[in-house]
């Protein structure tokens, strides 16, 4: 029983971490072209939300892209192209961020998620940057962040399933 209650502990814990909203960059950098490489892509349903970070809160949100309490360092909403969609921002200050995508198949602004038999896993694929994930979470900030150069970056993301993340297939 004791095995039980502590596996349950470290389950639930995982799922918690500290979130703010103070940017992780504390001066704005270089104007830089954020290139976002997005392969994996299996159809050109939907839309693909591509949604930069510079904070844990807004990270860790995931609300509705459109919900006007949706915060984004910037965001961008495009049209899929199977298999490998490329997405540029420009002007973005060189520093610190957390990227991640997520294929709206539906177009209804937001990552649906499994009702039966896994509750509360992603049913879109989704990829972060360092292409992270966690099996009951989103994965954390810190491990999402990449540094973005002057004059050019690129970031290159995988879209899979949570189910496909999980077990490799």
């Known amino acids: 029983m004791r095995n039980i209650l502590m596996i349950l502990a470290v ?13 992780v960059n504390s001066i704005a950098g270089d104007a830089t072209r954020l290139i976002v490489n997005i392969s994996n892509v299996k159809s050109d349903e939907g839309q693909l939300l591509v949604m930069i970070h510079d904070n844990s809160a807004d990270y860790h949100a995931d609300l509705n892209i459109n919900d006007p309490n949706a915060q984004y ?33 539906d177009a209804d602004g937001e990552l649906d998620r499994m009702i039966f038999p896994f509750l509360g896993m992603p049913s879109e694929p989704y990829a972060l940057s360092n292409n992270i994930y966690d099996h009951f979470s989103k994965g954390d900030f810190d491990d999402a962040l990449v540094e973005l150069a002057a004059p050019s970056s690129q970031v290159d993301l995988v879209l899979g399933t949570h189910l496909s993340k999980v077990t490799g297939l």
């Open 11 to 23: 389950i639930t814990l995982s799922g918690c971490q500290s979130t703010s909203k103070q940017s």
């Open 73 to 105: 360092f910037r965001k961008k909403v495009v049209a899929p192209v199977a298999p490998n969609t490329v997405v540029v921002f420009e002007n973005v200050p060189a520093g610190r961020y957390a990227i991640n995508v997520v294929h709206d198949k």
